[in-house]
């Protein structure tokens, strides 16, 4: 699960939620390299294989839009935003208009702390 996606974690607000873009993409090809697989909901819950890894952001931060939609929709990494309704549209976190173009990729799922609400 991650939080905050920044351009400088030294400069973040609270550093051990805050991951940066590059840092973030690093990770997922050194767990692609050694043989682990991101996969979704479905996939993940189903046996017992120890390779898979399940993507997450927590409170539905902007930067998973704009720093890193890119990347995970070119690598076709599934991913769950999970979304703080009261925050959505605030500065700072996803706009209903990230949230639609993030909708338009088959393996993004957003999801309330609560409840399913798209997929």
């Known amino acids: 699960m991650f939080h905050k996606i920044v351009d400088d ?3 973040a607000k609270n550093k051990e939620y805050s991951i940066t873009a590059g840092a973030f993409k690093g990770m ?5 390299l050694y043989g682990f697989r991101l996969c979704n909901i479905n996939n ?9 890894i399940l993507v997450t952001f927590d409170d539905a931060y902007n930067g998973v839009n704009e720093k890193l939609f890119g990347f995970l929709r070119e690598k076709e990494i599934p991913f769950i935003v999970v979304q703080t309704c009261d925050l959505l549209d605030s500065e700072g976190y996803l706009s209903t208009d990230m949230i639609r173009e993030m909708l338009q990729y088959d393996k993004f799922i957003l999801e309330t702390h609560t409840q399913l609400i798209f997929s």
Do not use: P
Not at 28 to 32: A, D, G, K, Q, S
């Open 44 to 52: 993940f819950v189903k046996g017992k294989d120890k390779s898979k």
């Open 28 to 32: 997922i090809e050194t767990l692609l």
């Open 9 to 11: 974690v030294d400069m």
